[in-house]
Antibody, heavy 120, light 107 residues
Framework: EVQLVDSGGGLVQPGGSLRLSCAAS????????MSWVRQAPGKGLEWVAN????????LYVESVKGRFTISRDNAKNSLFLQMNSLRAEDAAVYYC?????????????WGQGTLVTVST | DIQMTQFPSTLSASVGDRVTITCRASQSISDWLAWYQQKPGKVPKLLIK???SLESGIPSRFSGSGSGTEFTLTISSLQPDDFATYYC?????????FGQGTRLEIK
């Protein structure tokens, strides 16, 4: 059974940093592109970043470029999102998600989400 | 960036009704469009890809159509389990963007 378990969220002050993790199981993690998608409370979905199978290709939404870094450790079946210089508008539930296939940036499996709160 | 606009934002309907949700892209995306269903406190569930291709396990009362800039999601006969929020998403190019969502509620 495919499982994605998100962790690492919490309360952080504006300008602070946080590292999110996603533990994957039940599939060949190293064969899939992976993604982070976020959802502000009561709002819609926003794509944040994608990473390819070996971590050599990374794509970001403009609003997080230079502040967030997506990475993966295929030996540990794990996906990460390092978030620096956090802003109030970054507050959201962050989901890791598996891309259906390498040619389609759509998501067939999602983690349960981890909540990031940015506030003083 | 390609903007995705859904309408209506909220739709009130009854069990058994046929409902249609529209999603409009700010430029042509061919058929690179997906639809998701999300229930409160749950993660999104992929319903349809390539505008009209139903995902495995999704009931046949769901259907999608369209190409270019105009797309629709139709539920032929609403069931109690279908009351949720629906999102369209294009994957024609980066950045990937979602519609703002359509909340389907019980009349």
């Amino acid at each position: 059974e495919v499982q994605l378990v998100d962790s690492g969220g919490g309360l952080v002050q504006p300008g602070g940093s946080l590292r999110l993790s996603c533990a994957a199981s039940g599939f060949s993690f190293s064969s899939y592109w992976m993604s982070w998608v976020r959802q502000a409370p009561g709002k819609g979905l926003e794509w944040v970043a994608n990473v390819n199978q070996d971590g050599s290709a990374k794509l970001y939404v403009e609003s997080v470029k230079g502040r967030f870094t997506i990475s993966r450790d295929n030996a540990k079946n794990s996906l990460f999102l390092q978030m620096n210089s956090l802003r109030a508008e970054d507050a959201a539930v962050y989901y890791c998600a598996r891309l259906l296939d390498s040619s389609s940036s759509i998501y067939d499996y999602w983690g349960q989400g981890t909540l990031v709160t940015v506030s003083t | 960036d390609i903007q995705m606009t859904q309408f209506p934002s909220t739709l009130s309907a009854s069990v058994g009704d046929r409902v249609t949700i529209t999603c409009r892209a700010s430029q042509s995306i061919s058929d690179w469009l997906a639809w998701y269903q999300q229930k409160p406190g749950k993660v999104p569930k992929l319903l349809i890809k390539r505008a009209s291709s139903l995902e495995s396990g999704i009931p046949s009362r769901f259907s999608g159509s369209g190409s270019g800039t105009e797309f629709t999601l139709t539920i032929s006969s609403l069931q109690p389990d279908d009351f949720a929020t629906y999102y369209c998403q294009h994957y024609n190019s980066y950045p990937i963007t979602f519609g703002q969502g359509t909340r389907l509620e019980i009349k």
